[in-house]
């Protein structure tokens, strides 16, 4: 977060096509605005930190970079607010 400045934050939990979460994360990791990404076991494949100052950035990032990955199946995002 930069000083100052009210950050927003999400989770994005990723299914992502069998044996592609480790180039999803890989890849993601150099999007401006993810913090952190993990591949993880579980329900989902992955998950993925964004933060942005507005929804609709958190918005872009989920709708038009993580979800058009080629691998991915399915997204859940969760906007944290505290």
Do not use: C, W
Not at 6 to 20: D, H, I, R
Not at 27 to 36: D, L
Not at 45 to 57: C, K, M, S, Y
């Amino acid at each position: 977060m930069r000083k100052g400045v009210l950050e927003l934050k999400a989770y994005v939990l990723v299914t992502t096509k069998p044996g592609t979460s480790e180039e999803f994360v890989k890849q993601i990791k150099s999007v401006s605005g993810v913090v952190e990404a993990h591949s993880v076991y579980g329900r989902y494949d992955a998950i993925v930190e964004v933060e942005a100052p507005t929804l609709e950035e958190i918005a872009k990032i989920v709708y038009n970079i993580i979800e058009k990955s080629p691998n991915v199946v399915h997204t859940e995002t969760a906007i944290t607010f505290s």
